[in-house]
């Protein structure tokens, strides 16, 4: 447990509004490993008190936008946090935060979900820019998720939705979130990555961006905040300029895609959450959406080769393969499917565009990144559509 000047320093002033609690969620729990396999689910298998005053005292000298003293937060479904100081360690629920705070200039989370699926090698994109996830903490495990583990955290701030712990770790109540709120430190997070979760229907999604903006307010780094939302402003634009009319738009099927020799896949329809920012801004036509075909989310169905050759989606997207390289993907899942008795016959196949689907979490610099590698899979793009150095300089802060 947290000792008490640790306990001061944070805020353990908690939320205005009451964290919303709902029935529990079914479904299995595997994980995202380095071949493939897994299913879409987003479950896994000393000092003296005047030099700790110091410490803080230059920290918070040296954060960019520091106020100081207190200053306090909102967001659904949390309602106001209050910070006593500007939180130093945390941890994220996903990639999509822990890539916010990356952008923000922040080190790390001391734990994630899953780090299998916070892919930092779209870091390469970025010049002097990258992420160690060595000793980044499992927050998922295969007895799921205990208490114990934000204990030996110890972090300054849970960037989770809380309704997402009370629904997806079995176990968990609201008495355990205030526990940990009340004795570590306060939750702030909302589950934006995905629209399908019945529990979330009563309260808002976030745009990545409006996320992105509470965070910043978090972290008192705004600034970047305001420079990375101007760089998105000319992305958007540049985006906008190679989308095709609304009737040459081609038809993409997004899939999860379990192994590296599938013989069925998860669907995914286009719908709300930042986990299809990408297709939402490329305006792509959603094949399965024009079928009888369910959303996983919503069903836990599976597609396979004979439905997927009824439909014939001329693009293919395949999540479940962002930890392997495009030789890779080619080389295993591709591979397998063109010399597959069925598979070999789909549209798609046969003209080469089957592709890596992208991440279920994307933040700023990893929407960025993936949104570009879309335009280029769909459209044919070659050039850039942003500007690099410029990414890196915001994280750098020098903007």
């Known amino acids: 447990m947290a000792d008490e000047p640790r306990r001061t320093r944070r805020s353990v002033l908690q939320t205005a509004a009451g964290l919303a609690g709902a029935a529990a969620l079914a479904g299995c729990s595997q994980s995202e490993g380095g071949s493939g396999t897994g299913t879409p689910n987003d479950t896994d298998s000393s000092g003296t008190d005047a030099a700790t005053a110091a410490q803080t005292e230059q920290t918070d000298a040296e954060t960019e936008g520091s106020t100081g003293g207190s200053y306090s937060v909102s967001m659904e479904p949390v309602g106001e946090v209050t910070f006593d100081a500007?939180?130093?360690?945390?941890?994220?629920?996903n990639g999509s935060w822990a890539d916010m705070g990356i952008a923000l200039g922040q080190d790390p989370p001391e734990g994630v979900w899953l780090p299998s699926r916070y892919h930092t090698t779209y870091y390469d994109e970025i010049p002097d820019v990258s992420v160690d996830k060595n000793g980044m903490k499992t927050l998922w495990g295969s007895s799921g998720v205990g208490?114990?583990?934000?204990?030996?955290?110890?972090?300054?701030?849970?960037?989770?939705?809380?309704?997402?712990?009370?629904?997806?770790?079995?176990?968990?109540?609201?008495?355990d979130v205030d526990e940990i709120s009340n004795n570590v430190a306060p939750f702030f997070g909302n589950s934006i990555f995905s629209g399908?979760?019945?529990?979330?229907?009563?309260?808002?999604?976030?745009?990545?961006?409006?996320?992105?903006?509470k965070l910043a307010q978090v972290f008192q780094q705004t600034d970047r905040y305001d420079a990375f939302a101007s760089l998105h402003d000319e992305f958007q634009s540049n985006v906008d300029e190679i989308v095709p009319a609304e009737g040459e738009r081609p038809a993409v099927a997004i899939m999860w895609a379990a192994g590296?020799?599938?013989?069925?896949?998860?669907?995914y329809l286009i719908s709300q959450g930042t986990s299809f920012k990408q297709w939402r801004d490329l305006k792509v036509r959603d094949a399965l959406a024009e079928t009888d075909v369910k959303d996983f989310h919503a069903t836990r169905a599976a597609v396979d080769y004979e439905t997927l050759l009824e439909i014939d989606p001329p693009i293919l997207m395949l999540r479940g393969h962002e930890s392997q390289t495009k030789s890779e993907f080619q080389d295993t899942v591709v591979s397998?499917?063109?010399?597959?008795?069925?598979?070999?016959?789909?549209?798609a196949v046969k003209n080469g565009d089957v592709y890596r689907g992208g991440p279920l979490y994307q933040?700023?610099?990893?929407?960025?990144v993936v949104t570009e590698r879309a335009a280029k899979q769909v459209y044919g793009v070659e050039k850039e559509l942003f500007d690099r150095e410029r990414v890196a300089s915001i994280v750098s802060g020098d903007f």
């Open 86 to 93: 500007v939180p130093e360690t945390w941890v994220a629920n």
């Open 260 to 267: 590296n020799e599938p013989e069925e896949f998860s669907p």
């Open 196 to 213: 399908g979760y019945e529990w979330h229907e009563s309260y808002k999604y976030y745009t990545l961006y409006e996320a992105f903006e």
């Open 147 to 175: 208490k114990e583990q934000f204990y030996s955290m110890d972090a300054d701030v849970h960037v989770i939705d809380p309704n997402f712990l009370i629904n997806r770790a079995k176990g968990w109540k609201q008495s």
């Open 336 to 347: 397998f499917m063109e010399d597959h008795d069925i598979a070999s016959q789909l549209t």
């Open 363 to 368: 933040g700023p610099i990893t929407n960025l």
